[in-house]
């Protein structure tokens, strides 16, 4: 957070990967990497912006890109959206 200390860009991403950790270590039933990992491939969650998944081939945090146009500060209007 930077400037007004309000949400920053980072925001959602983080506090969804917060929760993607503990759940899996619930589903892992380990501390071991490998089985932490294996339980994080293809989980997903529901985030305040709708639902995000870690990829099964890339293990990357998917997310819905929201497009909008910035009005000032702290202000967009959302022109559009896509689901992957």
Known sequence: MHGS???????????????????ALELAASE??????????????KAPGGDVYIDTETNHFS???LIGKANGPGNVTLSGS???
């Open 5 to 23: 200390g309000g949400p920053g860009v980072y925001s959602e991403v983080a506090y969804s990967l917060l929760h993607f950790y503990p759940n």
């Open 32 to 45: 071991d990497t490998g089985t932490i990992l294996g339980a994080l491939s293809g989980a997903a969650f």
């Open 63 to 65: 997310i819905r890109p």
């Open 82 to 84: 896509h689901r992957p």
